[in-house]
């Protein structure tokens, strides 16, 4: 079985500073690796991939994530947020082969301060 | 292309009653999934369907199912509604011929009394 942790519930941080959203992830087999945003009231928005090549993936937003085997983590990073970065950010994998389920950490709250 | 559908919206339903959630996925997409996402547990996984068979299913009692039509359409039903049914449902689809990107619809707000 697969499983995903984020390892931090909330992150504050102040406009125009840079942040990471940590996730480590566990599985048998080998994952691609997702990020989700989801603003209020509104559905899961894809951020970025991993599927399989280079390690350093980037997304929309501004958004890139590193895969990282060896630590089995797939941080989220940004140089510079924005007010509008304000959101809950899920990191999520999938088997690569077999069960079209993903699997989902708790979540991790962005608050982004003037 | 237009994005994954779901309806209604809102729903507000008393314990006992059943209800019925509509997705329509992305136009070329076969596969849907459904996600039950509350404060408690996060996004847990239901069901996918591909090609109108369920492939895949989650830690959900039988008061939960759903189905699949020819047009990829897919409907979710839970029977028998409890309190703790109250939650986000989320749609997605992807092309489903093997682990894919699935897109997110924008939920159904199920609310039980």
């Known amino acids: 079985a697969q499983s995903v942790t984020q390892l931090d519930s909330q992150v504050p941080v102040f406009e125009e500073a840079p942040v990471e959203l940590r996730c480590n992830y566990s599985s048998s ?8 945003v989801q603003y209020p009231n509104q559905g899961l928005q894809l951020l970025l991939k991993y599927l399989s090549g280079s390690t350093l993936v980037k997304g929309i937003n501004g958004f890139e994530a590193e895969f990282n085997k060896s630590q089995t983590s797939f941080h989220l990073r940004k140089p510079s947020v924005h007010i509008s970065d304000t959101a809950e950010y899920f990191c999520a994998v999938i088997r690569s082969q077999g069960a079209q389920k993903l699997v989902f950490g708790q979540g991790t709250r962005l608050t982004i301060n003037p | 292309k237009a994005g994954v559908t779901q309806t209604p919206r809102y729903l507000i339903k008393t314990r006992g009653q059943q209800v019925t959630l509509s997705c329509s996925p992305i136009s070329g997409h076969r596969s849907v999934s459904w996600y039950q996402q509350t404060p408690g ?10 090609s109108e068979t369920q492939r895949n299913k989650g830690n959900f009692p039988g008061r939960f199912s759903g189905r699949q039509f020819s047009n990829s359409r897919s409907e979710m039903n839970v029977s028998t509604l409890e309190l703790g049914d109250s939650a986000l449902y989320l749609c997605a689809s992807s092309y489903g011929q093997g682990p894919d990107t699935q897109y997110f619809g924008p939920g159904t707000r199920l609310t039980v009394l």
């Open chain 2, 41 to 50: 547990q996060g996004l847990q996984f239901l069901f996918e369907y591909f």
């Open chain 1, 29 to 36: 087999v080998s994952v691609y690796l997702f990020w989700y």
